[in-house]
């Protein structure tokens, strides 16, 4: 709240002819893919015709949108670097890229209450998309990393010397959901599923950059039942942990067998994995 507070202030500073606007509401919605914003602005002091009021009220609340969807995409994209730590979400190019995606906000509802004198507008970007998107706009491109076969995982970490281990597969999985209920974890717009040494054995770096940036890596339910992107059929895993806020941590048994499952049907692949939260 202080970041977004300072950041309309300093926004406000630099179109000082702008009428002072107020922040409403604020919605990031991983469910149907958007942020959204609803702000309320109010004329300057030294308006005295109702045309100037309401056009600098309208203003003053756009410009307050841009900011405030600003800082909910840069909070978004924050969480996912520190996810993948990854820097590359965080950079210069990446920031200016997103403040041109915030100028291509579409307007979705706005009021004008001649009586108070206060104009509201209602803002909405999407959070995935190829183009105009805090993916398009954020998501570093990295060479593609395959995902570890689960045998290959197993012999990494020596798993099969402890004897708690077992790679039979059930071959008909569609896709994984992950319960991580309990464990307060926050939705992010690229998170990664780590083992028990921290250790990433899912994330963007093993997708295909153009379908995560359109479509997203992960879904998130608040149940274990009518999580459609884990198809029909998924296996279901319980996270042990959470890396950062975002990143739930599963065990090393867990990792091998679901990366064993993957080689069958590569539902990784195709992002069919559900956080349930």
């Not at 149907?32 to 056009?55: A, F, H, W």
């Not at 969480?79 to 997103?98: I, K, P, V, Y």
């Not at 990664?192 to 479509?215: C, H, M, R, S, W």
Request: one cysteine or more; glycine letters at 6%; proline letters at 3%.
């Amino acid at each position: 709240m202080k970041r977004l507070i300072l950041l309309v202030t300093m926004f406000c500073m630099m179109f000082a002819t702008t009428a002072f606007a107020e922040v409403v509401n604020t919605d990031v919605n991983f469910d149907n893919n958007y942020i959204e914003v609803t702000e309320m602005g109010l004329p300057k002091k030294s308006d005295t015709q109702i045309g100037q009021k309401k056009v600098h009220a309208r203003k003053a609340a756009i410009l307050n949108g841009y900011v405030a969807l600003l800082a909910e995409a840069k909070s978004i994209a924050v969480e996912a670097s520190q996810a993948n730590e990854d820097e590359g979400f965080a950079s210069s190019m990446a920031q200016s890229r997103l403040s041109g995606a915030v100028r291509g906000a579409k307007i979705v509802k706005e009021e004008w209450n001649p009586d108070e004198c206060i104009y509201t507008v209602t803002l909405r970007m999407p959070i995935y998309g190829a183009t105009n998107s805090v993916a398009s706009a954020t998501m570093p491109k990295a060479e593609k990393q395959p995902i570890m076969s689960g045998e290959n995982y197993a012999q990494t970490r020596t798993l099969s010397k402890h004897g708690n281990i077992n790679l039979a597969t059930n071959g008909n999985y569609t896709g994984v959901i992950i319960d991580c209920r309990g464990l307060n974890i926050s939705k992010a717009m690229s998170p990664t599923v780590v083992d028990e040494t921290n250790e990433p054995i899912y994330g963007y770096k093993n997708l295909d950059y153009d379908y995560v940036v359109a479509n997203g890596m992960v879904g998130y339910s608040k149940t274990l039942v009518n999580c459609s992107r884990a198809g029909s059929n998924p296996l279901t895993i319980k996270a042990i942990g959470v890396k950062g806020n975002c990143s739930p941590m599963i065990s090393n048994a867990d990792a091998a067998k679901l990366l064993a499952e993957n080689e069958v049907t590569h539902f990784l692949e195709n992002t069919n994995v559900v956080f349930v939260f």
